[in-house]
């Protein structure tokens, strides 16, 4: 092989690894992006600049209300996608609480709440309890005689919900996941979590 000919397989291979690098690159980054968006619901944390816990899934809670036959009815409330989210991280205990006011509520009805205690035992983490605040507005609660009156409940402490190692950090599941608080129920499915997150740039 003479040397014009090495020139040129050499400059051959030499923008063949350029253009892997660049495809590599960009899938990382399209991968990173994509699992942070993937994501309906990301807190982030303040003292570590990173978000602590990420979840997706389709929440669905039955409310129990009097009829003005005096019977027990439900109404099911769908928290959606855009809900306002706070929350706290720390090594053992965070929480994440979503907050909304439904489309039928009007402006001065209240907003409502649903709040996810998550658990680190350092190995697993799981969920650990559930609050809920809903305020049982007029435009979904028509036939109710508790109108404009809340309906406030806890779940039982230690659920061992959502399990995972905080390793791995990831609890996939799409079958439905049905959870009594108080007279209440919430129906949880297509769940991907992760809680204690600690990748910094979520490309891993």
Aim: proline letters at 2%; a neutral charge; glycine letters at 2%.
């Amino acid at each position: 092989m003479n040397r014009r000919n090495f020139e040129l397989l050499f400059l051959y291979f030499t923008l063949i690894v350029i253009a892997l690098s660049r495809t590599i690159n960009s899938e990382s980054a399209t991968g990173s992006e994509h699992r942070i968006t993937n994501f309906s619901y990301v807190l982030q944390s303040v003292t570590l600049s990173r978000p602590c816990i990420l979840a997706n899934m389709t929440i669905t809670i039955k409310v129990p209300y009097k009829t003005q036959e005096n019977k027990i009815d439900y109404i099911s409330l769908k928290v959606p996608q855009n809900a306002t989210i706070e929350g706290h991280c720390s090594i053992v205990i965070s929480d994440m609480k979503l907050t909304w006011k439904d489309g039928k509520a009007k402006p001065n009805d209240k907003e409502n709440s649903i709040k996810f205690t998550f658990i680190n035992d350092h190995t697993n983490f799981s969920l650990f309890s559930i609050d809920l605040n809903i305020y049982r507005d007029e435009g979904n609660f028509k036939n109710a005689t508790d109108v404009k009156q809340w309906f406030n409940a806890t779940s039982d402490k230690d659920l061992y919900l959502f399990v995972a190692s905080v390793k791995n950090e990831i609890h996939r599941c799409n079958n439905e996941t049905i959870q009594k608080v108080g007279e209440g129920e919430i129906h949880m499915n297509s769940v991907s979590l992760i809680a204690f997150n600690r990748d910094y740039d979520l490309s891993s």
